[in-house]
């Protein structure tokens, strides 16, 4: 009884003192049941959505029939992507639809699909031809717990093959080297909570802060209002627009439409030093929208990529179907010069700052 006293008394200090340290194993056991009831919830909207999906497929292939029916599978693929979308928002595309159908023609028993790959992964599987590999590269990933882009990686760079004509030591140097590889790529195993493509399937609105930080949120909706008030003909079209490609997701940070130079402006920004990488990705996102966005009358798409860091920014923009002398004759006109872009990020990286600081000393008073 005395020593129950005693911890009382222990525990009531350490709590008036502000110094109460949680008994041995109480948190982990907590922390246990949420990792079980995350864990619980991603098997059942994953294993809903891969089978729904591969459901849809089924019934498209068997409503399309043969080769001899193909423009009315088409025109079939067509409508039902208006409808689905009307309905139930987005998530349903023409390619969306398409990569169901092919669910289905690479995966035709159902019974047979593995719960512990989602639909990301699925359609990465649906592309590989042969089917001994894909067979193996599915319960590789189940088994080892390859994120989607681990996943595919190996099957771009051909894992399965190489595995195949290594033996031994040189066996052990192609897993060893995969496994180094692909450590960065190995993701959040609770990514799917931010995942648009589960929004998607639940019917739920996209959350842009899903996929920004702090600064960088605070970078882009600075940046949002000084284009909109610039009174140059911007009109804002989106946040965080998801383009979804063969090969994975992107999100283009802001969209505008510029009537008065009747194109789309694409902004791009990165809190880390710009590679070519990052100019190669705003080109494609600029020839995507011309595809699949630009009207008739509309001059070509315009990309600015933005970079933020500690010692300096930059901007670059991108416009491919376009001289740099069209370029700079006409697109400088109604836009922000490089240097203006860059002051605006670095004034916003100040008040972000400074922001900050006041914030951490009030919540600091507020404790004490």
Not at 18 to 24: Q, R, W
Not at 185 to 197: A, G, S
Not at 247 to 275: A, E, G, P, Q
Not at 309 to 329: I, K, P, T
């Amino acid at each position: 009884m005395a020593g129950k006293d005693s911890e009382s008394i222990r525990h009531t200090a350490s709590s008036e003192s502000g110094d109460l340290s949680l008994p041995d194993g109480f948190y982990e056991g907590i922390a246990s049941v949420l990792e079980q009831a995350r864990g619980k919830a991603y098997r059942a909207v994953n294993t809903a959505m891969v089978h729904a999906y591969w459901e849809i497929g089924r019934r498209i292939v068997e409503e399309q029939g043969g080769e001899e029916r193909a423009a009315y599978g088409r025109a079939l693929v067509k409508e039902l992507s208006k409808r689905l979308t009307d309905d139930y928002g987005q998530g349903f595309t023409t390619t969306n639809l398409k990569y169901m159908r092919q669910f289905y023609l690479a995966f035709p028993k159902g019974h047979t699909l593995c719960d512990q790959l989602s639909w990301s992964h699925y359609r990465a599987l649906s592309r590989v031809a042969d089917p001994k590999a894909r067979a193996w590269y599915e319960s590789e990933a189940a088994e080892q717990g390859w994120s989607v882009r681990t996943l595919e990686r190996n099957i771009s760079t051909q894992y399965y093959h190489r595995l195949l004509q290594s033996q031994g030591a040189d066996r052990e140097a192609v897993e060893s080297e995969m496994k180094a590889l692909a450590a960065p790529l190995q993701r959040d195993k609770l990514e799917f909570i931010k995942n648009p493509v589960v929004a998607e399937f639940l019917g739920l609105a996209l959350n842009g802060g899903f996929q920004e930080s702090e600064l960088e949120g605070a970078i882009i909706t600075n940046l949002q209002k000084f284009l909109l008030e610039m009174g140059k003909g911007y009109a804002f079209v989106a946040r965080q627009q998801h383009i979804r490609t063969e090969l994975d997701d992107f999100y283009i940070d802001l969209v505008f439409y510029n009537y008065l130079l009747k194109c789309f402006v694409l902004i791009d920004l990165k809190t880390r030093w710009l590679t070519h990488q990052d100019i190669g990705q705003m080109d494609m996102y600029v020839r995507m929208y011309d595809e699949l966005k630009r009207g008739e009358g509309d001059n070509p798409t315009l990309g600015i990529v933005l970079c933020t860091e500690n010692e300096r920014d930059v901007a670059h923009f991108s416009v491919l179907n376009g001289s740099d002398q069209l370029f700079a004759a006409k697109y400088l006109t109604y836009l922000p010069t490089q240097e203006e872009l860059k002051a605006e990020i670095e004034r916003q990286k100040e008040f972000f700052t400074e922001q900050r600081g006041l914030g951490s000393e009030t919540e600091s008073d507020d404790v004490e």
